[in-house]
């Protein structure tokens, strides 16, 4: 069974300039210690994705269609009590800075055992016990102080494993990051990413690690899903996805990305604007920027295409540019994730 | 964070000096002649002479400074031109009544309007929302003298339930509290007001952060929550409360004046019109200093609440 099955996910704004079309009908499916990379530009919907799998959503002017099934139970049909349950006990997140994601005036300690005594019923000095056990498993150098101190006492890397110590806090299942490394120095940055690999293989913790960062999705991810526009547009085992992309857009954020091994190539970005989310076009919302843009691009959707097993794309032109693939026979429409 | 508080402390006593100066010049300033006013006008040359000596009017002013400083810091705050009373024990009687009256009306507007804002900021855009905000609005725009002549009509003249005058001193604790009641209101409505707007905004502020998404996130019940937003919304809260109450005890002037409360305000209105400098000069020192020391005890609390302000 499915960890997390996410179906015809939906998430509307409604704002000044109009309805914010977030999140338009994104599926997907993750098994049990699964590593799934969430790829796309900043706007495309990353973010609001994640929230939705945690049922966090601002409480007015939102509205959220289609399913999140967490272990079988729609998060969208709990009630508030049960979704606390599931949040930071079952699935819990990272956020990309730290700093502004812990609360500034309560220590580090006090921070991670609130998270104990909420889901474990545990009384202070256990909490204290496993916090710091917890430290130790982020490998903080000096527990101790770390507990004691307040987030703007210690550095941007110690905050970010006290970020990850509270999210592991009650042995969740699955581990939502997003973009975890971004604010943080490079150097730092790759050691949070080999802690993060490093405990989701001990832990076995299936994780949507979001980033914009395709070497970082190669490095720690088993799948990938590309998001343009609040769709995804493209999604693949990672290797199938770098070796052989059949999106136009993942295409060209490619060739706008430094990749190891291929210093001393000219980068090129993708030209143009993202769309705007409250006038999304009746096509491919990459159309306007696609270089290999035909008349029906601009008219209809594109239906999902199966590129290979397990590897689809939303786009018109697979077939005609797919042509000698042989699983485009089978080639699928609409709704519906692949797995 | 004790040598922060000696620290603050050592700072303060050129505030209060400054203050004394001023205090001080009041006699000097003050259009019209203190002497003139207690003399008969018939009063001979030597006896106007002989009264300036005694007060020491006919000294350097450095030298009357320093006389007059000497003398208050011992608690010496003359006598009364009008009654003769020692300044100190007027003081004293009219600033136990200012203080219980701002300590009640500062009850009263800190618990309604903080509990007024929280409501408005939790409930941000919604219906409650726009109520609480009206009634802040309503607190801050209506002039308490008004208010309390309003008061006065409805429940003492037209219903008869609460007295409208005096502090009644002669009679027991609830006679206290009955003449309390309505000057209470009156003087709570501006703070209740100007609180229930700033813990609004501070709270909104707070709830605006992206860590508040992340006690969510991982699972925090809605009242662990709404503590942490409480913490965080504090520090600009505690601010807030210790100015009003500061303004509670010195611009109680005319709602004491309105209800005949016997406070600082009502002293101070009395020593104006009865040119009672003595009088006059020791309630605004007090008033003053008060001032000072609530400002440093708001300073002291921030600190203990909000780790990232530097004690040093
Ligand atoms: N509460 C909200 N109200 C209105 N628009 C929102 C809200 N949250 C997100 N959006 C919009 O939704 C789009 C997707 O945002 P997000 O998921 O944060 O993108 P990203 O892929 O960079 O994480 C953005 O255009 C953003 O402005
Ligand atoms: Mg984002």
């Keep these: ?339 | 964070m004790w040598r922060y508080v000696g620290r603050r402390l050592v700072l303060a006593i050129p505030t209060l000096l400054g203050a004394s100066i001023i205090v001080f010049a009041m006699v000097h300033l003050a259009p019209g002649d203190p002497i003139a006013a207690v003399m008969p006008v018939d009063a001979s040359k030597e006896q106007v002479e002989a009264v300036k000596k005694a007060y020491g009017f006919d000294q350097p002013l450095p030298v009357q400074y320093l006389k007059w400083l000497g003398r208050v810091v011992t608690g010496d705050l003359g006598k009364s031109i009008a009654t003769r009373r020692a300044v100190i024990l007027d003081v004293r009687d009219a600033l136990a009544n200012s203080l219980v009256l701002a300590a009640s009306s500062s009850l009263m507007a800190f618990v309604a309007g903080i509990a007024l804002g929280l409501l408005a900021a939790f409930r941000q855009g919604r219906a409650l929302d726009k109520i609480a905000s009206g009634i802040a609005v309503i607190g801050v725009s209506v002039p308490h003298y008004w208010a309390g002549i309003i008061l006065i009509i409805i429940f003492s003249v037209q219903l008869n339930w609460l007295p409208a005058m005096g502090a009644a001193s002669d009679g027991g604790v609830v006679d206290y509290a009955r003449h309390m009641a309505l000057p209470t209101i009156a003087l709570a409505l501006i703070p209740l007001g100007v609180i229930a707007r700033v813990v609004r905004s501070a709270a909104l502020d707070v709830l605006a952060q992206e860590f508040v998404l992340a006690l969510r996130a991982k699972g925090l019940a809605h009242r662990r929550v709404f503590t942490h937003v409480v913490k965080n919304a504090a520090p600009q809260t505690i601010t807030v409360l210790g100015l009003q109450f500061g303004f509670q005890l010195g611009g109680s002037v005319l709602v004491e004046a309105v209800f005949s409360w016997p406070g600082t305000g009502y002293l101070l209105n009395l020593a104006i019109f009865q040119r009672d400098i003595p009088v006059l000069q020791g309630v605004i020192l007090v008033l003053a200093t008060f001032f000072v020391l609530l400002n440093l005890l708001v300073d002291v609390l921030q600190t203990f609440i909000d780790p990232r302000i530097a004690r040093h």
Aim: a positive charge; hydrophobic letters at 45%.
């Design chain 1, 1 to 339: 069974m499915s960890l997390l099955s996410v179906r015809d996910l939906s998430v509307e704004f409604a704002t000044r300039d109009g309805a914010v079309r977030a999140v338009n009908a994104v599926s997907f499916e993750l098994r049990p210690g699964q590593v799934l990379a969430l790829l796309g530009e900043s706007g495309s919907g990353k973010s609001v994705t994640l929230r939705s799998i945690l049922g966090l959503h601002p409480p007015v002017r939102t509205r959220v269609g289609g399913e999140v099934l967490l272990k079988g139970r729609d998060v969208n049909r709990l009630d508030e009590q049960a979704r606390q349950a599931l949040r930071g006990g079952v699935v819990s997140m990272v956020f990309q800075e730290p700093m502004t994601a812990l609360d500034p005036v309560y220590t580090i300690g006090r921070q991670i055992e609130e998270t104990l005594v909420q889901h474990r019923g545990l009384d202070r000095a256990a909490a204290r016990r496993r916090a710091r056990e917890l430290l130790d498993l982020v490998q903080v150098p000096s527990p101790e102080r770390c507990l004691a101190s307040y987030p703007h006492e210690i550095s941007g890397g110690m905050r970010q494993r006290a970020m990850i110590a509270i999210a592991l806090a009650c042995e969740p299942e699955l581990l939502l990051a997003d973009e975890p490394t971004t604010a943080l120095d490079v150097t730092v940055q790759a050691q949070i990413l080999w802690l993060l690999r490093d405990l989701q293989r001990r832990l076995g913790l299936a994780v949507i690690f979001v980033t914009h960062d395709l070497g970082v999705a190669a490095e720690i991810a088993d799948d990938a899903a590309v998001m343009y526009g609040g769709r995804i547009v493209e999604q693949a085992p990672v290797r199938e996805l770098f070796r052989a992309p059949a999106h136009p857009y993942t295409e060209g954020l490619m060739l706008a990305t430094v990749r190891r091994g291929q210093k001393g190539r000219a980068l090129v970005p993708i030209p143009g604007a993202p769309p705007n989310l409250v006038a999304l076009p009746p096509g491919c919302a990459f159309a306007p920027r696609c270089p290999h843009v035909k008349p029906p691009c601009l008219e209809t959707l594109p239906p999902l295409h199966v590129v290979a097993p397990g590897h689809g794309s939303r786009c018109h032109l697979v077939p005609a540019r797919f042509a000698s693939s042989p699983a485009l026979a089978s080639s699928a429409t609409g709704r519906g994730g692949l797995s």
